[in-house]
């Protein structure tokens, strides 16, 4: 644990201005049982030694940090490294939060685990983890998102999840997080909420930055390794934000180490398709807890776009919140086409298909290394794989 971070969230789980928990009284209850039995189970020596066995023997963690000798060397500058969270099993680093939660599900007695999920990557991540641990899952999801995810939606039924089409509202994200919760709320005893990144009223924006925190630990160990000093700069795509804080936790007492966060630009910052949260957004309370977010004058979360539907988000973990108002974190975003470029840059000199959230990272990183000198490192957290994305890009760009 770093010194910055000790102490973050409090007892009430704000970082600074940011997080708590903006619930029904009756549900303070239920969030602060969870957090208790948290912080025990998870110190428990038989919960550790499990959930590092499978980090180790079915993640495939540590994932190794690659040197990105091609793209270094067309940009001219800085020498780039990534760390690669593709590698994992299920390609992104979404797994290491599931397998945090079912584990802490099961060793609480829990009956069942339910969540929401977009695009389906949540959900497949979750299904993969609940499958593994041996506890029950249930998938809520829009009926137009089932329609349009149907490689997603066919693997939770064979990891054997429950899924349940919602068919309300505007039949996609935001209906499925109340279809969810309500069904969350019939049994909150024996049912687990498991939050796809680190958001969400307090315990969780904690409990799942605990579980990804694996990420920059061995980053910070394994650079040490390979270069003797630590990198210059850490990039990382923001949506929630459960990679970037993942990647970030064990450098914030670096002050050498600058830290950029990067958000969709969409389609111009300037127009109402983009989810640059923290770069455009105000504080107010979503989904249980205060943050930066797109809202309207009312305070109702705007609708928001992204090309990755992954960064999808009209809120922000609390923590980047803080970081960004402490000025620990930049935070900055990278448009459509920057992304796809990128993605490509990355695929063709590097063999590499990035996830199109991930490319917004490489954009980012691409842009400042030509600024850099050649002694000088990027790190980019390399959250997932594009194999989801292939079909998609190849239809954007004509291929
Ligand atoms: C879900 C996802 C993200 C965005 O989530 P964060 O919580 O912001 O990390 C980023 N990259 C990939 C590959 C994802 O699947």
């Known amino acids: 644990m770093t010194k910055l971070n000790a102490d973050m969230p409090d007892s009430k789980g704000y970082f600074g201005e940011y997080g708590g928990q903006i619930i029904p009284p009756e549900l303070v209850k239920v969030m602060n049982d969870i957090d208790e039995a948290y912080e025990k189970v998870t110190k428990t ?16 963690r540590p994932s190794p940090i690659y040197y ?20 994992n099993h299920t390609g992104a680093h979404k797994i290491n939060h599931c397998i945090g939660e079912a584990l802490l599900a099961k060793f609480m007695g829990k009956k069942k685990v339910l969540a929401e999920t977009g695009a389906g990557q949540h959900g497949v991540a979750l299904a993969t983890a ?31 999840c429950k899924l349940v089409s919602v068919t309300r509202g505007t039949q996609t994200l935001k209906d499925a997080v109340d279809s969810a919760f309500e069904e969350y709320l019939k049994d909150p005893v024996n049912y687990f909420y498991a939050i796809g990144s680190v958001v969400g009223p307090h315990p969780f924006p904690k409990i799942v930055r605990d579980f990804q925190s694996i990420v920059g630990k061995e980053a910070r160990e394994q650079f040490l390794v390979k270069e003797n000093k630590l990198p210059d700069v850490l990039v990382a795509c923001v949506g929630g934000g459960s990679n970037a804080i993942g990647l970030f936790t064990a450098f914030l007492d670096d002050s050498s180490v600058r830290m950029i966060g990067v958000e969709p630009g969409g389609k111009g910052l300037d127009t109402d398709q983009h989810a640059a949260t923290l770069t455009l957004g105000s504080k107010g309370a979503l989904h249980g807890f205060e943050c930066y977010n797109l809202q309207d004058s009312d305070g109702n979360p705007l609708p928001v776009y992204s090309i990755a539907s992954g960064l999808d988000y009209p809120g922000v973990g609390p923590q980047h919140c803080h970081l960004k108002d ?48 050649p002694e000088e490192t990027i790190l980019i957290n390399l959250s997932g794989r594009g194999d989801k994305d292939a079909d998609f890009v190849a239809n954007y760009l004509s291929l």
């Open 68 to 87: 990105a000798k091609r793209l270094s060397e067309k940009l001219g500058g800085a020498r780039i490294f990534l760390k690669r969270e593709d590698l």
């Open 45 to 60: 020596a038989e919960f550790q030694r499990e959930l590092h066995q499978l980090y180790t023997d079915y993640v495939g």
């Open 130 to 160: 609940c499958a593994l641990v041996g506890i029950e899952c249930e998938i809520h999801m829009g009926e137009i998102d089932i329609q349009k995810e149907h490689p997603n939606v066919v693997k939770m039924k064979i990891l054997g």
């Open 326 to 373: 402490i000025k620990r974190v930049e935070y900055t975003s990278i448009d459509d086409s920057e992304c796809m470029d990128a993605f490509m840059q990355l695929s063709r000199l590097e063999g590499l298909i990035p996830a199109l959230e991930s490319a917004h990272a490489v954009a980012h990183a691409m842009k400042i290394a030509k600024t850099m000198s």
